[in-house]
């Protein structure tokens, strides 16, 4: 039997695996073989059944992450996983929303064991300075009114080996796997258990978020900001702004020391640790 049969998504276990607290927050789950992009997915269900609804697919076409760049989606080994939430009120700024949720993802794979992973700003989930998940929060929004959020999560499970399959040719970033961040296959947890404490931890955080807003995940955020305190530089555009990072701000704003007692606020931009 091959590792993809052995470890197919099942939604019966996906449910298993949850706490009942938060299994009752979870309105569907739709578990897919194929499709383009699990957010897009999530994006073409009528308005009334957006909401805490789950989209899994074992495989993706056309996966996105920030910035419009693609993300590679090879079958059989990954999670690719979206969440539609729909946002009544508008009590705390959206804006921190993928911060948030990037703290319950490494939450959810501190459950695995994983230790010494971080969040890079605003939202990738690297170890050892290689991109193990990423995060593309969508926002569709009217003013002050209610606003939906589809929040996409893909963590390299298993992939493929690059000499195999090219992937290095596909993927221009570091990157890594879970089982080779644990060490060895055989302490790697099967994807629907992983499956499982995501859901877990982002339906827990969603509700804690909609009560306090981010500050009640500033702590945790500060705990695992990979850039804190370290000389980065922040690209926009044809522009290179260097400084040093002093965490986020009440929005999710970058804080970058430009000059001493000279503080920038960026929403935006590429950033990379200056070795200079």
């Known amino acids: 039997m091959t590792d993809a049969i052995r470890d197919q998504l099942e939604a019966g276990l996906i449910r298993a ?5 938060n299994l009752s927050k979870l309105r569907q789950l739709t578990l ?13 269900l009528p308005g009334d059944r957006q909401h805490s609804h789950v989209v899994l697919a074992d495989h993706q076409t056309g996966g996105r992450g920030r910035r419009q760049r693609n993300w590679h989606s090879p079958p059989g080994g990954n999670i690719y996983l979206s969440l539609g939430w729909w946002f009544r009120m508008n009590d705390w700024p959206l804006s921190t929303l993928p911060l948030v949720v990037a703290v319950a993802v490494c939450r959810a794979l501190g459950r695995s064991g994983l230790q ?36 996409g999560v893909g963590l390299n499970v298993r992939m ?18 879970l089982a080779s ?7 790697c947890p099967g994807r629907n258990q ?14 804690c978020f909609e009560s306090n807003g981010f500050e009640a995940f500033r702590s945790n955020w500060q705990d695992m900001d990979l850039l804190l305190g370290r000389n980065i530089l ?23 020391e430009t ?7 960026f929403h935006s931009g590429e950033v990379r640790v200056h070795h200079g």
Not at 119 to 142: F, H
Not at 259 to 265: A, D, K, T
């Open 17 to 21: 695996g949850m706490s009942s607290a």
């Open 32 to 44: 897919l073989q194929e499709t383009d992009s699990t957010n897009t997915e999530v994006s073409r």
């Open 116 to 151: 010494e992973h971080g969040i890079k700003w605003p939202n990738d989930i690297l170890i050892g300075g290689r991109k193990l998940a990423g995060i593309l929060v969508e926002l569709q929004s009217a003013g002050s009114g209610p606003a939906l959020a589809i929040i």
């Open 160 to 177: 493929p080996q690059a000499g195999e399959t090219g992937l290095a040719a596909v993927i221009d970033r570091p990157w890594t796997d």
């Open 181 to 187: 961040a644990l060490g060895s296959e055989n302490a």
């Open 194 to 207: 992983l499956a499982a404490w995501l859901l877990d931890e982002l339906l827990e955080a969603l509700d």
């Open 234 to 256: 922040v690209e926009q555009g044809d522009k290179e702004i260097s400084g040093r990072a002093r965490g986020v701000d009440q929005n999710g704003g970058l804080l970058l």
């Open 259 to 265: 000059s001493p007692s000279v503080i920038q606020v």
